[in-house]
């Protein structure tokens, strides 16, 4: 098949079990490989569903100009649908984005709008919020995509990625387990997967300091997982569980993960590898947990895959919870750590 443009691309990412990682008897298993999307990572579902509904039922037309507050993978995934469809893209920012990601939403020809004034938090989201706003008021036929409240986020992994699951599994899962920031990802395949199978244990894994099930805020530095408001669109939610995963877990799991399956993956998969591993101990035999990996490695280099910020955090007070990291699995020895700087 020969695709008419790199969106239409988009989906039909592969199942894999992970046999090597989690090598238990009776225990599958099973990631779908999110970051094998054309622009890195799970996002370019919702940036592809929200902008062909729109061109679709005319709320978007040629003239109309995308605007979203994003510094990570909605905009990277934003900027290159944007590109296909020959429509206008302003993303804004702050300055706590990657070099790397700047650089990818320039040479993706998005807008780019920095704020730099913190907000009454110590942060910039609502910042950036408020600049949504000045731009939507100055800019002719602007639309706010605003993934955190905009259903068709979620409708995407329900007609997508929740369906490409029910298609390829053979059987029936027991467990699905997801990373959560806007929710819609969590949100729309878990109602896609509990009509197939109604007594689905449905596990939110989230970020030490996030907080979206109403846990106090607390700093936290890998992107993605967590979030520091409330998503309007997790009112809708329903899950059976959380599981809090710090920085240095998900690092843990990160490093895991491609050490055992040669999976280079990016830091909220390393967190739902931890939360697996929290979770095993517990489980019956047999039992099959199904999850997915967001995005890549690459963007995650300086971060979980490097010695010094990982053996910092070990270090620091603000991650003290390293006791509830169950490793009753095949993750790093004494010796290992210590080789990786991460014991002294
Ligand atoms: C790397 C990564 N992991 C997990 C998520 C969580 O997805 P959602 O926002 O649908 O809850 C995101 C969302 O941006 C992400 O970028």
Redesign the pocket.
């Known amino acids: 098949m020969i695709h008419q443009s790199v969106a239409s691309c988009i989906g039909q990412t592969p199942l894999v079990q992970l046999n090597r990682l989690f090598p238990y008897k009776g225990i599958n298993v099973i990631a779908k490989l999110e970051f094998l999307n054309p622009g890195g990572?799970?996002?370019d579902r919702?940036a592809r569903f929200i902008v062909e509904q729109g061109l679709q039922n005319g709320t978007i037309d040629q003239k109309t100009h995308l605007i979203e507050s994003?510094s990570?993978?909605?905009g990277i995934a934003l900027a290159m649908v944007a590109k296909v469809y020959n429509l206008q893209f302003t993303c804004v920012v702050d300055p706590k984005i990657s070099a790397t990601n700047l650089q990818i939403l320039h040479l993706l020809g998005a807008n780019i709008e920095m704020v730099h004034v913190r907000d009454d938090q110590g942060g910039y989201l609502k910042s950036r919020i408020q600049r949504v706003q000045e731009l939507l008021h100055d800019i002719p036929q602007s639309l706010w995509i605003n993934?955190?409240a905009n259903d068709l986020?979620?409708q995407a992994?329900y007609y997508g990625t929740g369906s490409e699951m029910v298609a390829s599994l053979d059987g029936s899962i027991d467990c699905l387990i997801?990373?959560?920031?806007?929710?819609?990802?969590?949100?729309?395949i878990s109602r896609r997967l509990r009509s197939e199978f109604p007594g689905l244990r449905v596990i939110a894994v989230d970020a030490v300091g996030s907080v979206i099930f109403g846990t106090p805020s607390g700093q936290r530095e890998?992107?993605?997982?967590g979030?520091s408001r409330v998503?309007e669109?997790s009112k809708q939610i329903e899950v059976d569980e959380v599981i809090y995963v710090n920085d240095w877990e998900s690092a843990q799991g990160c490093r895991a993960l491609v050490k055992y399956e040669g999976i280079f993956a990016?830091?909220?998969?390393g967190?739902v590898i931890a939360a697996i591993q929290k979770l095993l101990p517990s489980v019956p035999s047999p039992y099959r947990i199904l999850t997915l990996f967001?995005?890549r490695g690459e963007r995650y280099l300086n971060m979980v895959y490097d010695d010094n910020w990982v053996g910092q955090l070990h270090h620091s007070d603000a991650q003290p919870n390293l006791s509830t990291f169950t490793t009753k699995l095949p993750t790093f020895n004494k010796a290992e750590l210590k080789n990786l700087n991460l014991l002294t």
């Open positions: 990572s799970v996002k919702p994003t990570g993978n909605l993934q955190y986020n979620w992994h997801l990373p959560v920031s806007t929710t819609g990802t969590m949100l729309g890998i992107p993605g997982i979030a998503p669109l990016g830091g909220s998969s967190s967001p995005d």
